[in-house]
């Protein structure tokens, strides 16, 4: 049986991905006067702001100043901030809440395994802060993912190993990270990538405890054969 559940947000909690997008969209047709396809979209998802930003320019053949980069994030993150004021409990993706609902009903610590700096803010207009144990903060993790530091740091702030949890993310940069944590990866989508993890869902409204227990069981009997 696990004992932790690190959750993944965007995309996973709530589909506040696409707000992400937008703002790097708008960016980019204010400062450089380009369009930005939506396969640049999930390289840019589960990732770091920084990390994003580099996608984007990469994909543009775009070299800007140090304080330019940083003006960019900045201004990006206070659109996307924007853009959350609407944000409520009617965002939360299908089946999270009934799922939340059964993790807890079985003891299961909640952590928040997220690259947004703005977790704890879309959590408070989600009503869903009183759900978690902790949130883990990702200014201080020394990598963002695929490194696995983010779920480790979620994992240590709810006392327990990675191992004794179960890691849920959307992104294939996410899977990778649970994946070397050493957690047991829950991927939800339809990308054919996110095979690697090790129990793929196609929706959020399929996340079911019990299905989640049973794989996780077998999971941890083949570690030890």
Same mark, same amino acid.
């Given at each position: 049986? !696990? =004992? +932790? ?14 707000? *992400?997008?937008? %703002?790097?969209?708008? *960016?980019?047709?204010?400062? !450089? &006067? ?11 998802? +589960?990732? $770091?702001? @920084? ?11 775009? /070299?800007?100043?140090? @304080? ?7 201004? =990006? ?7 959350? =004021? ?19 009903? *079985? ?5 928040? /395994?997220?690259? @947004? ?9 989600? &009503?869903?802060?009183? /759900? ?6 990702? @200014? ?13 740091? %979620? ?18 940069? +996410?899977?990778? %990270?649970?994946?070397? $944590? +050493? ?6 989508? /339809? ?16 996340? =079911? ?7 996780? $069981? ?5 570690? !030890?054969?």
């Amino acid at each position: 049986m !696990f =004992k +932790g559940a690190l959750f993944d947000l965007d995309g996973v909690i709530a589909d506040t991905s696409n707000l *992400h997008f937008k %703002a790097w969209q708008d *960016h980019a047709r204010n400062y !450089f &006067a380009a369009e930005l396809p939506p396969s640049i979209e999930e390289q840019t998802k +589960g990732v $770091s702001r @920084s990390d994003s930003l580099n996608v984007i320019l990469n994909y543009l053949d775009v /070299a800007v100043s140090d @304080s330019m980069f940083h003006q960019l994030l900045l201004e =990006k993150n206070e659109h996307y901030k924007d853009s959350l =004021k609407q944000l409520s409990p009617k965002n939360i993706l299908p089946g999270i809440t009934t799922f939340i609902a059964e993790l807890r009903q *079985h003891h299961v610590k909640l952590a928040l /395994a997220s690259a @947004s700096l703005n977790g704890p803010v879309i959590l408070e207009k989600l &009503a869903l802060s009183e /759900a978690f144990d902790a949130i883990a903060d990702p @200014s201080k993790v020394p990598c963002g993912k695929p490194a696995p530091d983010i779920f480790i740091a %979620a994992a240590k702030a709810l006392d327990l190993h990675p191992s004794e949890c179960i890691g849920i993310e959307d992104a294939i940069a +996410g899977i990778t %990270a649970i994946n070397e $944590s +050493g957690a047991f990866s829950v991927a939800v989508g /339809a990308n054919p990538e996110l095979k690697t993890a090790d129990l793929p869902f196609l929706t959020t409204s399929e996340l =079911k405890f019990e299905t989640i227990r049973t794989s996780y $069981s077998l999971w941890q009997k083949e570690r !030890f054969l």
